[in-house]
C-alpha cells in the first residue's frame, strides 16, 4: 500500500508550497491513530526526516526547516499537509510523507512529489 504525494513543483527561492498527502483507503480511526512524517530526498543523499506530527497533535521539525515549514493533518479529510515557505535551493529534493506507529513505518515508500527550488 501507497501514499499519494501531490503539491510539488518548479518555484523560486523565497517562494512557498504546499504539500499534501493521502491514502484514499485509509479509515478515519487509523488514520487518527498514526504518527505521520514528512521526509526528503535530495540527489545523491539519503532520505532523511523534515517533520512530524504526533497522533496527540504534537509537531517536530528539523532544525533545517524550524520557522520555514509548517506540518498539520486533517483528520475529518484524512490529510497530511506540509505548508513551506521561504524555501530555499537547498530544499530542491523528493518529498514523501508516511506514517507509524511503534517505531515502525506504515507505508511503503511511494513516488513522492518533486519539488524543484530555482536560485
Known amino acids: 500500500v501507497q501514499l499519494q504525494a501531490f503539491g510539488g513543483g518548479l518555484v523560486q527561492a523565497g517562494g512557498s508550497l504546499r504539500l499534501f498527502c493521502k491514502d484514499p483507503r485509509i479509515i478515519l480511526s487509523v488514520f487518527r491513530s498514526y504518527d505521520w512524517g514528512w521526509y526528503r530526498q535530495a540527489p545523491g543523499k539519503q532520505r532523511e526526516l523534515v517533520a512530524t506530527?504526533?497522533?496527540?497533535?504534537?509537531?517536530l521539525y528539523e532544525d533545517f526547516v524550524k520557522g520555514r515549514f509548517a506540518i498539520s493533518r486533517d483528520n475529518a479529510k484524512k490529510l497530511v499537509y506540509l505548508q513551506m515557505n521561504s524555501l530555499k535551493p537547498e530544499d530542491t529534493a523528493v518529498y514523501y510523507c508516511n506514517a507509524y506507529r511503534g517505531g515502525n513505518f506504515i507505508y511503503n515508500w511511494g513516488q513522492g512529489t518533486l519539488v524543484t527550488v530555482s536560485s
Open positions: 506530527i504526533t497522533n496527540d497533535g504534537r509537531n
